[in-house]
Nanobody
Framework: QVQLVESGGGLVQAGGSLNLSCVAS????????MGWYRQPPGNQRELVAA???????TYADSVKGRFTISRDNAKNTLYLQMNSLKPEDTAVYYC?????????WGQGTQVTVSS
């Protein structure tokens, strides 16, 4: 089992910044991919950014140039630096970890961007 705890969400004005964190604990050996997903109100969950164990990074087109994903292996922590936030970035943000064939999710953290 892998436990994921997110933090860093909140309310921010358009143009502002937030930095999300996700701390992983438990049986974290063999993580193949870590990422952030979001679920806007009334919409499906979508990929925001992901980083593989080899360091390959993927971003959704809507966040390229504004968001940066990173990881600190020593702290077992995944980050998402979000700059130039827009109202359409409003969503619940979820941390996701893949361990071989298993997938784990955090509880989610709310990000609200006001116009």
């Amino acid at each position: 089992q892998v436990q994921l705890v997110e933090s860093g969400g909140g309310l921010v004005q358009a143009g502002g910044s937030l930095n999300l964190s996700c701390v992983a604990s438990g049986r974290i050996f063999g993580i193949t991919r870590m990422g952030w997903y979001r679920q806007p109100p009334g919409n499906q969950r979508e990929l925001v950014a992901a980083i593989s164990s080899g360091g390959t990074i993927t971003y959704a087109d809507s966040v390229k140039g504004r968001f940066t994903i990173s990881r600190d292996n020593a702290k077992n922590t995944l980050y998402l630096q979000m700059n130039s936030l827009k109202p359409e970035d409003t969503a619940v943000y979820y941390c996701n970890v893949q361990v071989v064939i298993l997938t784990y999710w955090g509880q989610g953290t709310q990000v609200t961007v006001s116009s």
